[in-house]
């Protein structure tokens, strides 16, 4: 079964601090990873996914994520946070390509960007 | 990108109303989903679809009960809601299992 873990429920941080959101994972299988960002009152947008190939992988606003398998981790990161970051984040996992592998989703990150 | 909507943003109901939610995605992915969530809960899976008549159970499907008549379309059924349902409910639908695609939300209030 796979599951996912994200450290902090609530991560805060100065405009144009870095932001690093973390997020370990379990899966029998390799897996598939992905960032979800939520803003208030709205629906999950993707930010980024890995599905196989290079490790790091780039995403929309500025976000990146590396999976390291060693350490069965996928951390999103963005050098310098904005404002308009704050938002609840989410990461998710997938086991493979097979239809009915459903994403399991870790608690959620909210991220608080502070002026 | 896929299109995913959800019938309503906002809904009231009442306690015992029989509730349907409705998703409609305008791409042919095979999995559909419906989530709620919760504060300090994340995004608990209440039912999934991968394919047309066919369902699954999630973490949470006490109370609940889905239908999936045609691929595009999922829904989301309360029999007798309760104020204990009272969420933010989020479909999604997917291919492949690769990313899945969320509609806006449907924030349901039981009064």
């Known amino acids: 079964a796979q599951s996912v873990t994200q450290l902090g429920s609530h991560v805060s941080v100065s405009e144009g601090a870095l932001v690093l959101l973390r997020c370990n994972y379990s899966s029998s299988v390799p897996p598939y990873l992905f960032w979800y960002v939520q803003y208030p009152n709205q629906g999950l947008q993707l930010l980024l996914k890995y599905t196989t190939g290079a490790t790091l992988v780039k995403g929309i606003n500025g976000f990146e994520a590396e999976f390291k398998k060693s350490e069965t981790s996928f951390h999103l990161t963005k050098p310098s946070a904005h404002m308009s970051d704050a938002a609840e984040y989410f990461c998710?996992?997938?086991?493979?390509?097979?239809?009915?592998?459903?994403?399991?989703f870790g608690g959620g990150t909210r991220l608080m960007v502070k002026p | 990108d896929v299109k995913v909507t959800q019938s309503s943003r906002y809904l009231v109901k009442r306690t015992g109303e029989k509730v349907f939610l409705e998703c409609v995605q305008d791409?042919?992915?095979?999995?559909m989903f419906w989530y709620r969530q919760d504060p300090g809960l994340g995004l608990r899976l209440i039912y999934f679809s991968y394919d047309v008549k066919m369902k699954e159970k999630g973490d949470i499907p006490e109370g609940y009960s889905v239908s999936r008549e045609k691929k595009e379309r999922f829904s989301l059924i309360l029999e007798s809601a309760s104020t204990n349902q009272t969420s933010m409910y989020l479909c999604?639908?997917?291919?492949?299992?690769?990313?899945?695609?969320f509609g806006q939300g449907t924030r349901l209030t039981v009064v």
């Open positions: 791409m042919d992915h095979e999995n």
């Open positions: 998710a996992v997938s086991e493979g390509n097979n239809a009915g592998n459903m994403l399991t």
């Open positions: 999604a639908a997917q291919g492949g299992g690769t990313e899945a695609f």
